[in-house]
């Protein structure tokens, strides 16, 4: 485990990181997951119940591919707005956006989640999908969240978890711990960021635990569901009318 930083340090950390590994951002999220984040991310946005006329928010939405899957459904909804703090995931983002002509739906933002540049109670659901363990302090970023949607909005978070079945899940960590960051290393030429990732998929809550931070940011009707034997978790929860 990494020492602990200060959220400062912490938080210019990540967003070097970021920049940092951005060109081999999608490359590598499909060979490391062998093309499973696809379908996570369209299993999270079947959870947003995306129709038409509705105004969504994707937190730490990187290289956009969340915003685009929320596009790309039919009829779209009609504003789809991607916020992150990485220029160079936005950037690649924004290009993504213009290479499948949904400009005209998906408008990307520089900002950080602990202080979204929004009004508040405007969105009818707002998803972050592996975004918020990265967050330098996880309640700031579930509040701003809470403060963006309408009353009766939906949060869907889409994280890392683990396998429940004890071999899965030793052969799990066998491959995050050890093999992954090895390859990301190998690939991405960042020194630390696939060492950060199972640090940072270990110190998250899981399951209940990361329900009851749902709960105590202001968020009710909470649940949520594993994938690929709790590789990841999606949650769920609504803003009170
Ligand atoms: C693992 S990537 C996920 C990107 C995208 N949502 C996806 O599904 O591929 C995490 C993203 O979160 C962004 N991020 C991390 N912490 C953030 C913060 N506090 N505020 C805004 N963006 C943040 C990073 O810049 C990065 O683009």
Redesign the pocket.
């Known amino acids: 485990m990494r020492a602990p930083h200060s959220n400062v340090t912490m938080?210019s950390s990540?967003?070097d990181m970021?920049?940092s590994i951005?060109p081999r951002?999608?490359f590598l999220?499909g060979l490391l997951s062998a093309g499973r984040?696809r379908y996570w991310?369209k299993m999270a946005v079947d959870e947003l119940e995306p129709v038409a006329d509705r105004v969504f928010l994707?937190?730490?939405?990187?290289?956009?591919?969340?915003a685009l899957e929320l596009a790309s459904r039919d009829p779209a909804p009609s504003r789809i707005v991607g916020?992150?703090?990485?220029t160079a995931?936005l950037r690649l983002g924004k290009d993504k956006v213009l290479a499948r002509n949904a400009q005209s739906s998906v408008r990307l933002f520089s900002?950080?989640?602990?202080r979204l540049p929004l009004k508040s109670n405007i969105f009818d659901g707002a998803i972050?999908?592996?975004?918020a363990r990265?967050?330098?302090n996880l309640n700031d970023?579930i509040r701003e969240i809470h403060r963006v949607l309408k009353p009766r909005g939906k949060i869907v978070i889409?994280e890392f978890s683990f396998p429940r079945n004890g071999f899965l899940q030793w052969l799990y960590r066998l491959y995050f711990g050890k093999v992954l960051p090895v390859i990301g290393r190998w690939i991405s030429g960042h020194k630390g960021a696939y060492f950060y990732l199972p640090d940072s998929v270990e110190n998250f809550p899981k399951g209940a635990a990361f329900s009851t931070v749902l709960e105590e940011n202001g968020f009710a009707s909470i649940s949520f569901k594993e994938l690929t034997f709790g590789v990841v978790t999606v949650y769920t929860g609504f803003k009170h009318a």
Request: glycine residues 10%; charged residues 20%.
């Open positions: 938080t990540i967003h970021f920049d951005a951002y999608d999220n984040d991310r994707d937190v730490a939405t990187g290289t956009a591919d969340v916020v992150d703090f990485s995931m900002g950080a989640a602990e972050s999908a592996f975004g990265n967050f330098s970023g889409l």
